[in-house]
């Protein structure tokens, strides 16, 4: 069911005629649906819609969601992975073999959908393996919407459509979709064959191509079939894409030569693979020099690194910054400020009630309603701590427009952590989550933001002295 909140978010009428002037083929989707009720939806693949169809859409559609017709323009990786590790390793291997692409679009995270544009039309659609999908010709992804299950809004983390032309996307070759084919069967231990596939429904389109995988034969040690561990937990087949995922990774957090990059891989690999087993040659052991060649390889590659945004390093939806330990260190500071008079109960409690929906990249969807229900709060209450909490600098926020249907993008301020939190540091008491009235464990304003700890300062001088 979708909530009140979200009736009338008029996604068709606000980003379609930007969508359409960057290139995409883009068409109006019923709300909170997923599939559409056009007839001959497929012709917008290979054309893009006519200026006088796009404005009579936006007129009598503007509450409509919206589709991206794929094949011709633009084409999808669709990552279908629950866990959340797998999930980012797989986008890992499509950054590192398809390219970077700003155009992330997350629905059920850490399901994710990659958006790339067509060097060569048209692109077939196909199956990669159960979890990963290519969605190309008489095909099409969501773009803008609300999630029939979640009730939510897709996002887009880092860039939408609307905001880049696809001009700017990278355009992976046959050969780089190869070689991504190869690395997923690797990655989840398939061998593949192509085959035809029958017509699906209306929404999906027919499938020209599917990559069939057929499962290898595992003994009853190793049930998992998409990543194969030992009796220990470890990584015993695929990893050589899993130390490519970690290479990616290392490169993707900033690191700026290829030996650092090769030090922090191979220990992340070495953490979670069985090395007692020779590498694929059958005759060396894995060691650091693996990692090094392959750091090498991705610098000489020239392949951009993640964009940085506002001064700070992009953050990355497949590194999952915001872990368990930073999320402490943040719902600390801000505890902290409260205690200090820098944030009013209200603010604390609103905070950390945000910071239970984060997910790794940051991205925090909890409307006003989810928030009063679940402190006890008016809602004019919530909506007032919120933009304290934005003054203060704990928190930033994207599309803060106001009205029905504007809905902003929360994150918590990654600049709050002056440093990452260290594993034993005792927690401070929480008390944004139940408690209104927070105790100053710590004392003083030196965990408070810049303008936080200036409003502070001010406040300060201004009351008389007892």
């Not at 797998?86 to 992330?104: C, M």
């Not at 773009?143 to 696809?166: N, V």
């Not at 993640?306 to 999320?327: E, N, S, V, Y």
């Not at 679940?374 to 919530?382: E, H, N, S």
Request: charged content about 20%.
């Amino acid at each position: 069911m979708v909530p009140p909140d979200f009736d009338s978010a008029d996604f068709c009428r606000r980003h379609l005629a930007a969508i359409a002037r960057h290139g995409f083929h883009a068409f109006p989707i019923p709300p909170a649906c997923k599939r559409t009720h056009w007839s001959g939806w497929t012709a917008w693949c290979r054309t893009p819609p006519r200026p006088d169809q796009v404005a009579r859409w936006i007129e009598r559609h503007g509450h409509y969601g919206l589709a991206l017709a794929c094949g011709h323009a633009c084409l999808a990786i669709d990552i279908d992975e629950e866990d959340a590790e797998r999930a980012g390793d797989l986008h890992a291997l499509a950054a590192a073999l398809l390219g970077v692409t700003p155009l992330v679009r997350v629905g059920r995270a850490p399901r994710r959908v990659l958006i790339y544009r067509v060097a060569d039309a048209p692109i077939p659609s196909r199956r990669i393996s159960p979890a990963v999908e290519l969605i190309g010709d008489r095909r099409y992804v969501l773009a803008h919407g609300i999630h029939p299950q979640l009730g939510q809004p897709y996002i887009w983390p880092e860039c939408a459509p609307e905001l880049l032309p696809l001009a700017e996307l990278p355009a992976p070759n046959a050969s780089a979709f190869a070689d991504f084919t190869q690395a997923v069967a690797n990655f989840y231990n398939l061998s593949t064959t192509l085959v035809a596939a029958p017509p699906s429904g209306v929404a999906r389109g027919p499938i020209d191509q599917v990559v069939r995988p057929v499962r290898p034969r595992i003994s009853d040690t190793r049930p998992d079939t998409r990543r194969v561990h030992d009796a220990h937990g470890r990584v015993t087949d695929g990893r050589d894409a899993l130390l490519a995922a970690q290479v990616y990774r290392a490169f993707a957090s900033g690191l700026d030569n290829a030996e650092a990059i090769a030090a922090a891989a191979f220990q992340r690999f070495a953490a979670i693979a069985d090395l007692s087993r020779p590498a694929r040659d059958g005759v060396r052991p894995w060691g650091r020099a693996d990692a090094l060649a392959k750091a090498r390889a991705l610098l000489a590659s020239g392949k951009p690194r993640p964009a940085l945004r506002g001064g700070m390093p992009r953050i990355d939806i497949q590194t999952g910054f915001w872990t368990p330990p930073r999320k402490e260190a943040f719902r600390h500071a801000v505890n902290a400020a409260g205690a200090a008079g820098g944030l009013s109960p209200a603010a604390v409690a609103v905070s950390a009630a945000m910071l239970t929906h984060v997910q790794g990249d940051g991205s925090a969807f909890a409307s006003v309603a989810t928030l009063a229900g679940k402190l006890g709060l008016a809602p004019d209450t919530v909506k007032r701590a919120r933009r304290a909490l934005l003054d203060a600098g704990f928190w930033t926020a994207e599309q803060v427009r106001g009205g029905r249907g504007h809905l902003a993008h929360y994150r918590p301020a990654a600049a709050v952590l002056a440093c990452d939190p260290l594993p034993n540091q005792p927690p401070e008491p929480a008390n944004g989550d139940r408690s209104v009235h927070p105790n100053n464990q710590g004392g003083g304003i030196h965990h408070l933001p810049g303008r936080a700890q200036a409003d502070l300062s001010v406040r300060q001088k201004s009351q008389p002295e007892p």
